[in-house]
């Protein structure tokens, strides 16, 4: 069994504090083996020194350097073996299998964000050559390429431990792109952080950088955190969580003499609507699938569906008779902290205690006090659009149902809607031909449309889109799964009339590093005479 030494890593070191905390089981209330160290604002900013201290070097490695670095710390992470799946268990709840995927999905983000760091192309190098005899004025030599921003703030996520956690997502595609991370651990699993910390610390070591190319810090987010959101030295911000803290972390940066970006995932009931003919042809796959996906980790994914809208009449109100014996058979699960099980409890009392909503159906009663049991509420289109809070996200297995008494009605609730990570559209095709305005409204809401699936499942590859607008994240135009993931952490700098010496390798003449570039518009990999 891993002995745990709780402390901070900081500048490639370890650091203690007087006081400390434990993990809880989720299980059944125990404290986890293991005492951590509680960080302090100067412990904040001791490592975001160190970051800025490594900053140069880091940047300054080849995209082959740092494709090293995170295949290095995919293979650490591998080392862990079980005693990091039986942690992750211990702390969350959550199954074998689902730890052992998700440690699958954090190693193959390591491995895609790997090679777009090897084959460079994510700087997105532009050359305009010179043209000194245009008339009637010459041009000069215009170059443009994107460059790390500098030190990256973390917060781990209580719903991923790994995948959107200290090596996660965030991590990885930072690391990527030349920007030194300190992670603020998520209290939740403590051990597991500390785990994967020292998967990471490794693998810097092993790869000759600097120690302060990576740290983490323990403690609560409305010290630590805030602290290192408003350091002088931190670049930008990655967050996964609550609409609460994310909207914190993004006003904590706003209030900063100079002003960073905060790449914060918040919140998002994940629509879905369903057209007439897919009601009559397939309403009980729907119903099941449905289920299947709000139940799915007890609810607990940024996809979880929690919001069904469809037009009134028999079809749809045999819908909702299949999607309450759908509930009613769901099991009962825990939750991945008790304070998460405590906010569930109250946003699906609130759900159902509103006088303009019915409950459908509930899941089967758990055993044990704990125990989250899964939810359906009804209500109207007129009742939705008239109270705000009806469109709220209930973190858990809990949905609402929306009638609409017509089909403006129902493009009256896509409108009305925030912003979205993901929209779902059930039809057939018939259906579909008549639902390019529904789908051009969604479009404007969420980051993901689905036609004839579900949200949960997020794909990491390089067409995936995880983000959307406010408050499903902060900025709309970024992911935070993918390739694409990469953009949020470089910013563009444009070189004229610059020496090619003096030039970064992406812009210069000879192309070292064998990339593709924009020359005058065409995409080439040539040299430039």
Known sequence: MTAFHGQQFIAGGRRGNAATFAATSPVDGTELPGRFSLATPADAADALCAAADAFPAFAATSGAARAGLLEGIAEEILALGDDLVARVRAETALPEARVVGERGRTVGQLRLFAQLAREGTWCDARIDPAQPARQPLPRADIRRVKVPLGPVVVFGSSNFPLAFSVAGGDTASALATGNPVVV????????????????????????????????????????????????????????????????????????????????????????????????????????????GSMTLGVGQFCTKPG??????????????????????????????????????????????????????????????????????????????????????????????????ATRDEMLAVARHLDGQLTATVHGTPADLEQAADLLAILATKAGRLIVNGYPTGVEVGHAMQHGGPWPATSDPRFTSVGAAALERFIRPVCYQDVPDGLLPAALQNANPLGIVRLVDGQPSRAALA
């Not at 190319?213 to 805030?226: D, E, I, S």
Request: aromatic fraction near 6%; avoid cysteine; glycine fraction near 16%.
């Open 184 to 291: 603020k651990a998520h209290r939740g699993h403590p051990g597991t952080s500390e785990l994967v910390a020292g998967a990471i610390g490794r693998a810097v070591a092993k790869a000759g950088l600097p120690g302060g190319v990576f740290g983490m810090l323990h403690g609560a987010g409305a010290t630590v955190g805030t602290a290192l959101v408003e350091h002088p030295l931190a670049a930008a911000v990655g967050f996964t969580g609550s609409r609460a803290g994310g909207r914190a972390l993004f006003d904590a940066a706003a209030r900063r003499s100079h002003p960073i970006p905060v790449f914060a995932e918040m919140s998002s009931l994940n629509p879905v609507f369903l057209l007439p003919g897919a009601l009559a042809s397939r309403g009980e796959a729907i119903a099941t699938g449905f289920v």
């Open 307 to 404: 919001l069904v809208v469809g037009i009134e009449g028999p079809d749809y109100a045999h819908f909702r008779g299949l999607l309450a014996s759908a509930v009613a058979g769901a099991a009962p699960g825990r939750m991945l902290t008790g304070e998460i099980l405590a906010a569930y409890r109250k946003g699906s009392g609130d759900l159902v205690g509103n006088g303009g909503t019915a409950l459908l159906a509930t899941g089967a009663a758990g055993t044990r006090p704990d125990d989250a049991v899964a939810l359906v509420a009804t209500t109207t289109a007129a009742a939705f659009l008239g109270d705000a809070r009806l469109g709220e996200e209930v973190f858990g297995p809990a949905s609402l149902v929306v009638s609409a």
